[in-house]
Nanobody, 125 residues
């Protein structure tokens, strides 16, 4: 079954850095846009950054200049390098991708909004 698995979250001090990874696994034909979203306690899920299949990027204003999204198409993986972390960056970070692959019963299928399980980022001194 096609799925996204995030890793790299953890506890970091303000001003520190973390690198999140999200790998797509399963029988995959193609991945179009990929992105990172986050959800803090009591808040709605919000866009952090996206990257198209061609490498064009888009960032939330709150993370511009501090976060960098990138992808390795050979590894079906998207990364989020987070520098200069602030307490307000603390959240569960979710990976999202537009994926085409083989589903659990052997059919070609597109998942336009496939989500990972999330990885927790805590920013605290």
């Amino acid at each position: 079954q096609v799925q996204l698995v995030e890793s790299g979250g953890g506890l970091v001090q303000p001003g520190g850095s973390l690198r999140l990874s999200c790998a797509a696994s399963g029988s995959i034909f193609s991945i179009n846009a990929m992105g990172w979203y986050r959800q803090a306690p009591g808040k709605e899920r919000e866009l952090v950054a996206t990257i198209t299949g061609g490498g064009s990027t888009n960032y939330a204003d709150s993370v511009k200049g501090r976060f960098t999204i990138s992808r390795d198409n050979a590894k079906n993986t998207v990364y989020l390098q987070m520098n200069g972390l602030k307490p307000e960056d603390a959240a569960v970070y979710y990976c999202n991708a537009d994926v085409t692959g083989i589903d659990g019963i052997g059919y070609r299928r597109r998942w336009p909004e496939l989500w990972g399980q999330g990885t927790l980022v805590t920013v605290s001194s």
